[in-house]
């Protein structure tokens, strides 16, 4: 079973958000991690153009 957590505070000119994001999944294959990493990287977009 695979974990990914990630944390972090964005600030821009339309302001700031504190976010957190953890996935459990199943860490069968290397396909499995990329998978969460592309969708946390999808979060992590759009927080920051909330705040840009």
């Known amino acids: ?3 990914r957590a990630e944390a972090g ?3 821009g000119p339309r302001g ?3 976010y957190a994001v ?3 999944f199943d860490d069968a ?3 499995a ?3 969460v990493r ?3 990287g999808v979060v992590g977009l759009d927080l920051l153009e909330h705040v840009h």
């Open 29 to 31: 294959d290397l396909r």
């Open 16 to 18: 700031a958000v504190a």
């Open 22 to 24: 953890m996935v459990h």
């Open 1 to 3: 079973r695979g974990v």
């Open 9 to 11: 505070v964005l600030r």
């Open 38 to 40: 592309d969708a946390l």
């Open 33 to 35: 991690r990329l998978a």
